[in-house]
């Protein structure tokens, strides 16, 4: 089975900073495109931000010059470094990824556990 840990969430103070990891674990032949989304309460989940297997980059508006997502393809681990933190990022964010298993069957969505990120004004 495949299991996406995510780490580094927390509390922080509007400003500041937090980095959040997510390793993929298991029986992997290859990783796709992965990506942090995140759900406030009340609201639906968003993409944050994605990068290819290639390296290229997306962010959702909100985020974009605050947030960079980055990845360690030989410890097939995602991170995402959120700087000048606002209170309206406060939210559970969750790690995605686009993950083979099996060199006959397609690639598969999975999702970690959700970490939770306060941020204080």
């Known amino acids: 089975q495949v299991q996406l840990v995510e780490s580094g969430g927390g509390l922080a103070q509007a400003g500041g900073s937090l980095r959040l990891s997510c390793a993929v674990s298991?029986?992997?032949?290859?990783?796709?495109?992965m990506g942090w989304y995140r759900q406030a309460p009340g609201k639906q989940r968003e993409l944050v931000a994605g990068?290819?297997?290639?390296?290229?980059?997306n962010y959702a508006d909100s985020v974009k010059g605050r947030f960079t997502i980055s990845r360690d393809n030989a410890k097939n681990t995602v991170y995402l470094q959120m700087n000048s933190l606002k209170s309206e990022d406060t939210a559970v964010y969750y790690c995605?990824?686009?993950?083979?298993?099996?060199?006959?069957?397609?690639?598969?969505?999975?999702w970690g556990q959700g970490t939770q990120v306060t941020v204080s004004s």
């Open positions: 995605n990824g686009q993950i083979r298993t099996s060199y006959y069957k397609l690639s598969q969505e999975y």
């Open positions: 990068i290819t297997s290639g390296g290229s980059t």
């Open positions: 298991g029986r992997i032949v290859s990783i796709n495109a």
